[in-house]
């Protein structure tokens, strides 16, 4: 009987490859590591380690739901994004790593910002927050600031609560349930920095994208019209409205949307500077401009 981490392992690996589980090995280890709660890297240190009935069991389980290609980041409930570890269900997005782009260039305009106004209290504002990484990752990263975080899902919003309980910035994330912007006061032109990662994928690519993300994660938070860019669109013509004057917006778009947000932008008119960040494909990610 096959009952030690190497040999588990090894039929683990390939019953998922048999069944066309991509990145099969991967998946195998981190499910196997989750279930002995060792790190993923100590399976090697431990592979003539016996597992007992129950972790066998347990293991099968998670396996057979990887078989029915339901995300490793939903079987082990929790997805690493700028070295913090967030809680994730069904009810929002898996971050991506290529979103960590937000908040590495959102800091750096931050601290600028700060730089520059010395004690003016830094307020940062995220769209779309879904499990709360962006909002989360920045006032982690940010000690003196307080940020807006709004999705339209309260399920949502309970899940990015908690993970800001966890990761211990609680008191200073404000959670908002709303379309958009249409919970802030418009006029407010406070915040000097609003990051989104909106729903850009078009209706064409969502019927070709992999089972993992079309039959598991929300597709509201995915799909966002026929061209991708319908509430991005919205977004541009009203964050004029809270964005302080000098106040930057920064929302990732898909692989070939950016000249498409950058002429929005432009023909807003409320936005001078602008530009893109590439990811390290080089496709560009991030789109940037700021307020007049």
Same mark, same amino acid.
């Given at each position: 009987?096959?009952?030690?981490?190497?040999?588990?392992?090894?039929?683990?690996?390939?019953?998922?490859?048999?069944?066309?589980?991509?990145?099969?090995?991967?998946?195998?280890?981190?499910?196997?590591?989750?279930?002995?709660?060792?790190?993923?890297?100590?399976?090697?240190?431990?592979?003539?380690?016996?597992?007992? +009935?129950?972790?066998?069991?347990?293991?099968?389980?998670?396996?057979?739901?990887?078989?029915?290609?339901?995300?490793?980041?939903?079987?082990?409930?929790?997805?690493?994004?700028?070295?913090?570890?967030?809680?994730?269900?069904?009810?929002?997005?898996?971050?991506? +790593?290529?979103?960590?782009?937000?908040?590495?260039?959102?800091?750096?305009?931050?601290?600028?910002?700060?730089?520059?106004?010395?004690?003016?209290?830094?307020?940062?504002?995220?769209?779309?927050?879904?499990?709360?990484?962006?909002?989360?990752?920045?006032?982690? @990263?940010?000690?003196?600031?307080?940020?807006?975080?709004?999705?339209?899902?309260?399920? @949502?919003?309970?899940?990015?609560?908690?993970?800001?309980?966890?990761?211990?910035?609680?008191?200073?994330?404000?959670?908002?349930?709303?379309?958009?912007?249409?919970?802030?006061?418009?006029?407010?032109?406070?915040?000097?920095?609003?990051?989104?990662?909106?729903?850009?994928?078009?209706?064409?690519?969502?019927?070709?994208?992999?089972?993992?993300?079309?039959?598991?994660?929300?597709?509201?938070?995915?799909?966002?019209?026929?061209?991708?860019?319908?509430?991005?669109?919205?977004?541009?013509?009203?964050?004029?409205?809270?964005?302080?004057?000098?106040?930057?917006?920064?929302?990732?778009?898909?692989?070939?949307?950016?000249?498409?947000?950058?002429?929005?932008?432009?023909?807003?008119?409320?936005?001078?500077?602008?530009?893109?960040?590439?990811?390290?494909?080089?496709?560009?990610?991030?789109?940037?401009?700021?307020?007049?």
């Amino acid at each position: 009987m096959q009952n030690t981490v190497r040999e588990v392992l090894r039929a683990a690996v390939s019953t998922l490859e048999a069944h066309g589980v991509p990145e099969a090995r991967a998946a195998a280890e981190i499910l196997l590591a989750e279930v002995l709660a060792i790190p993923r890297s100590h399976l090697y240190i431990e592979a003539g380690r016996v597992l007992t +009935p129950q972790q066998q069991r347990c293991y099968a389980e998670r396996l057979q739901r990887r078989m029915r290609r339901e995300p490793v980041q939903y079987i082990t409930g929790k997805q690493e994004f700028w070295s913090l570890a967030f809680r994730v269900t069904p009810q929002v997005l898996i971050p991506r +790593p290529e979103s960590e782009l937000l908040v590495a260039h959102g800091l750096r305009f931050a601290r600028q910002w700060q730089a520059a106004r010395g004690e003016e209290p830094l307020w940062l504002l995220d769209v779309g927050t879904g499990s709360g990484n962006l909002a989360i990752s920045l006032a982690a @990263a940010l000690p003196a600031s307080r940020v807006c975080a709004i999705d339209l899902s309260l399920p @949502a919003l309970r899940v990015a609560q908690d993970n800001a309980r966890r990761l211990g910035v609680a008191a200073r994330v404000t959670w908002l349930c709303g379309d958009l912007l249409t919970s802030l006061r418009p006029g407010l032109r406070r915040f000097a920095l609003c990051v989104a990662n909106l729903p850009y994928v078009t209706e064409e690519e969502w019927e070709q994208l992999a089972p993992e993300v079309r039959e598991y994660e929300p597709a509201v938070a995915l799909v966002g019209g026929k061209d991708g860019l319908a509430l991005i669109r919205r977004l541009i013509a009203t964050c004029g409205e809270v964005l302080a004057p000098g106040g930057r917006l920064l929302l990732e778009v898909g692989w070939q949307q950016a000249a498409q947000v950058l002429a929005a932008l432009q023909q807003q008119g409320q936005f001078g500077a602008m530009g893109v960040y590439e990811d390290f494909g080089g496709i560009a990610r991030v789109v940037w401009a700021e307020v007049r």
